[in-house]
Nanobody, 124 residues
Framework: QVQLVESGGRLVQAGGSLRLSCAASGRAFSSYAMGWFRQAPGKEREFVAAISWSGTITYYADPVKGRITISRDNAKNTVYLQMNSLKPEDTAVYHC?????????????????WGQGTQVTVSS
């Protein structure tokens, strides 16, 4: 059974930075791509960033490009989301997810395991 546990979310002022972490249990972490999604109050969940199994391929949603970086440490079974220049519109619950394959994807249907999420709140 795969478990994903996110951490690092908190209240931060606009313009600030956060690093979210997602620790994965189970074997073969490096055999799967990983992604981050977020859900703001009253809105549908949306794609944020994805990274391939090796970390060499990354994708970002347009609203976060240039401000957010996804990375992974396969030795630690952990994927990270470095968030800079945060804006109030970044306020959401951030979920990490494990893809079904090694290929990074922007689509929710391509992910089969999800974490419970960590709350990020950006004050203006």
């Amino acid at each position: 059974q795969v478990q994903l546990v996110e951490s690092g979310g908190r209240l931060v002022q606009a313009g600030g930075s956060l690093r979210l972490s997602c620790a994965a249990s189970g074997r073969a972490f490096s055999s799967y791509a990983m992604g981050w999604f977020r859900q703001a109050p009253g809105k549908e969940r949306e794609f944020v960033a994805a990274i391939s199994w090796s970390g060499t391929i990354t994708y970002y949603a347009d609203p976060v490009k240039g401000r957010i970086t996804i990375s992974r440490d396969n030795a630690k079974n952990t994927v990270y989301l470095q968030m800079n220049s945060l804006k109030p519109e970044d306020t959401a619950v951030y979920h990490c997810a494990r893809a079904r394959t090694i290929i990074a994807s922007t689509r929710e249907v391509d992910y089969d395991y999800w974490g419970q999420g960590t709350q990020v709140t950006v004050s203006s």
